[in-house]
């Protein structure tokens, strides 16, 4: 069973949310939280897989919620998606690299609900549709030079390889087929990368790729 928080300061968006998920036999909505300071204490308390966390709620918001919850080691397995009503919104650029593991804008349809929360249940990102590598170009690109990264000195070649195609959006078997090795080998380095780089998961490793120069806005269209 896989069980969710919704954190949304409107009343409607979680009882939507909440009738949609609940009618999945692996999907059990455990909390509703009304701000972030809520979202934090039912992600304490109930230990969900994932927390669906608007941006824009009163109090503490959705950002420095999912800030809050990364950075607690209680909480390593909790997953944060993050609800928009736009697609290109800076702040959700912010929440990835406070740890979101991707987000969904809220007209999203049902389906696309269901499967993101599978998604991010099972340790894997949202970062396959176009529109999220866009956004994080969006904000990179305002980087004229970037930054030094001496953290990355620890990858090796095939690593940097790997960090590439984890920005690009493949999955693993698009990246075992890629690097011409096993499905297993390819989890095997996407998880050497996420430890070296000290990343909790793949949606931040896209981030590290942009910020590092790996990869540059307009390489991956």
């Known amino acids: ?9 409107q009343t409607l968006v979680r009882a939507g949310f909440r009738s949609i998920l609940d009618g999945e036999e692996d999907i ?3 909390a509703e939280a009304a701000d972030g300071a809520e979202a934090v204490e039912r992600a304490a308390s109930e230990r969900p897989d994932v927390v669906l966390m608007d941006i824009r709620m009163p109090g503490v918001d959705g950002l420095e919620a ?3 919850i990364a950075a607690d080691p209680r909480l390593g397995d909790v997953r944060v998606v993050i609800l928009t009503t736009f697609d290109l919104d800076e702040y959700v650029y912010s929440a990835l690299r406070a740890g979101a593991s991707g987000f969904l804008v809220k007209d999203t349809e049902p389906m696309e609900l269901i499967h993101a929360v599978r998604v991010a249940a099972r340790g894997d990102s949202l970062l396959a549709p176009a529109v999220t590598r866009r956004l994080i ?3 990179v690109d ?3 030079e970037p930054p030094p990264a001496p953290r990355l000195n620890s990858l090796t070649e095939r690593e940097r390889e790997v960090l590439a195609g ?3 959006g493949l999955s693993n078997e698009e990246l075992a087929e ?3 090795v096993s499905i297993a080998t390819a989890k ?3 998880s050497r990368v996420l430890t070296k780089l000290g990343a909790r998961d793949r949606a931040q490793l896209v981030v590290i790729a942009y910020e590092s120069g790996t990869v540059r806005p307009g390489w991956l269209s």
């Open 1 to 9: 069973m896989i069980n969710v928080v919704i954190a949304d300061d």
């Open 28 to 30: 059990s909505v455990v």
């Open 66 to 68: 999912t800030r809050r």
């Open 137 to 139: 170009a969006e904000f």
């Open 142 to 144: 305002r980087i004229k």
């Open 166 to 168: 984890v920005a690009a």
């Open 178 to 180: 890629r690097l011409v």
């Open 188 to 190: 095997t380095h996407v």
